[in-house]
């Protein structure tokens, strides 16, 4: 019997014996700093010459895992691998897939501040931000093996029919390509692979390069549950190498990414290439990002707008795709609420997570990112008034510190208000009224998140119905959907709204099958 689905509690830092669990967590991970980490093909551990590694971006000069150099004929013999596995694991019963999530939640629950620990070198994040991340990593896979159980015969939701046996199936599609994001690298990676296992595929799973520690040990909790050879494939290395090989082959049945607009759409165009010995159309589940607004009215409550716009913003150096990365203000408010978002900005500590729980900002992710970013805000400086941050941090550890940037004044059709930058920089606009608020939130290319802060009731309504993204909050930041509650994705140039911990999510992994045997 399985219990009703519930969230994972998160970890309350101001409690000591917290505190001191997490820092055990986090000596323990660092005790294994340096190691090699091998792929994994057909149930195989592979290891040749060391391809990458992975760095803690707080100190870039530490290394925390080395990983091997796979070619394009890795990438074919895990599309193989996965292929031959397929014929036998899309028979086994759903109830049987589903407790390899079960289990592989269990075991990441009682290690959860492990996982967590290693987020918190591996990309920077908070102690908060990286407990949340594992929270929702058990989530998912809680939900999915619920969902996968609920979904499989769907045979009761048919109409009768006299004479005949009626049945609705939802089968696997084949051999998957999951490319995982590392901004939520426990949360997103484990989401997309166990939804697509529990629904009967098999995987070829290629992390960011720069969250591979993390993927290695999710795929770790399925192969120590004993999930068979070439069902999961793990694959660090480059997109450019072994994801693009993968995501052209024949043999793969459908491609499940999460990342950045433009290889989102690199993948969508390849897929859509039908090569020689394909027997079917791709599928694509592809979330890209988002350019997510937070609009205040003057009917708002303003302190709580505020507070919104500080956390929507900021929260993991504004490296989320729902990041509220611009906030706009009617007018007659705009000064009240953007001089609090400030003062409440300044407040937050910047350094090194895994040196407290009281750091509220990380670095950004790698040096990529910090010379992008920093790029931004030298054309944010020509197109807005800098009101806080702009300059990087130096630090004794050299990390890839960016302060929270804000700036004020900035034309809705400005670069730093249209173009998605991934980075601790809040662009604010000024809206003449409500009306030319709605219409600057809808004035880009994405569609992702948004919120907005009214208690005009005939305001509200009219979001609901005009206010075009995926995921629309009221009166709260735009940030931390949660699995089952909210189902996750977004519209236009976001992805293909794929609704990841929603109850439909596990239907783009799988076909649906009508059976009809007259009596």
Not at 9 to 20: G, K, N, S
Not at 100 to 129: I, N, Q
Request: net charge negative; hydrophobic share 40%.
């Amino acid at each position: 019997m399985l219990f009703p689905f519930r969230n994972e509690p998160l970890t309350d830092f101001t409690q000591a014996h917290e505190q001191t669990a997490f820092q055990r967590a986090l000596d323990k991970v660092k005790a294994m700093l340096g190691r090699e980490i091998p792929a994994v093909i057909d149930g195989e551990r592979l290891w040749n010459e060391q391809g990458f590694v992975s760095i803690n971006p707080s100190r870039p000069e530490e290394v925390l895992a080395r990983f091997p150099k796979l070619d394009v004929s890795h990438a074919d013999r895990a599309i193989d691998a996965a292929a031959r596995a397929f014929k036998t694991w899309q028979h086994v019963p759903v109830e049987e897939r589903a407790r390899y999530l079960l289990h592989a939640a269990a075991e990441m629950r009682r290690r959860k501040h492990e996982f967590s620990a290693v987020m918190v070198l591996e990309v920077g994040k908070s102690w908060a931000e990286a407990d949340a991340d594992t929270a929702e990593a058990i989530d998912f896979m809680e939900y999915y093996a619920r969902q996968a159980m609920r979904i499989a015969d769907s045979s009761d939701l048919l109409t009768p029919f006299p004479g005949e046996q009626l049945s609705l199936y939802y089968i696997p599609l084949g051999v998957g390509v999951v490319i995982s994001p590392w901004n939520f690298p426990n949360a997103i990676a484990t989401g997309m692979t166990s939804a697509a296992l529990v629904a009967g595929n098999t995987v070829c799973f290629k992390p960011a390069e720069p969250s591979s520690w993390i993927a290695a040990m999710i795929c770790d909790l399925f192969y120590e549950s004993g999930i068979p050879r070439g069902v999961l494939n793990f694959m660090p290395g480059k997109g450019s190498v072994i994801g693009a090989r993968m995501v052209d082959s024949p043999q793969t049945r459908f491609i499940a990414f999460t990342g950045s607009k433009e290889v989102g759409l690199r993948i969508f165009e390849s897929a859509g290439k039908t090569q020689p010995g394909q027997l079917w159309l791709k599928r694509t589940i592809l979330e890209m990002g988002g350019k997510d607004a937070v609009v205040v009215d003057e009917t708002a409550n303003l302190e709580a707008a505020s507070v919104a716009i500080v956390q929507s913003a900021f929260g993991f150096q504004g490296q989320k795709c729902s990041a509220g990365s611009r906030a706009i203000v009617v007018d007659n408010v705009y000064d009240q609420v953007i001089g609090r978002a400030v003062e409440l900005t300044s407040k937050l500590t910047v350094g090194a997570p895994d040196q407290s729980h009281l750091i509220d900002q990380g670095p950004v992710v790698d040096k990529n990112s910090y010379q992008k970013i920093m790029e931004y805000i030298e054309v944010g400086t020509q197109e807005g008034k800098l009101l806080l941050g702009g300059k990087p941090l130096i630090t004794p550890e050299n990390g890839y510190f960016i302060p929270p940037t804000i700036f004020g004044d900035v034309a809705p059709d400005a670069r730093i208000a249209q173009e998605e930058i991934f980075g601790p920089v809040l662009a604010c606009i000024r809206a003449r009224d409500f009306d030319d608020a709605l219409n600057i939130a809808n004035g880009t290319e994405f569609g992702l998140t948004g919120a907005l802060f009214s208690l005009d009731r005939a305001r509200i309504e009219r979001a609901r119905r005009e206010y075009h993204v995926g995921n629309l909050y009221f009166n709260r930041k735009c940030t931390g959907a949660f699995v089952g509650v909210h189902p996750f994705g977004g519209f236009n140039m976001s992805g293909t709204d794929s609704k990841a911990g929603g109850p439909d999510y596990l239907l783009l992994f799988t076909q649906a099958k009508s059976v009809a045997e007259r009596l």
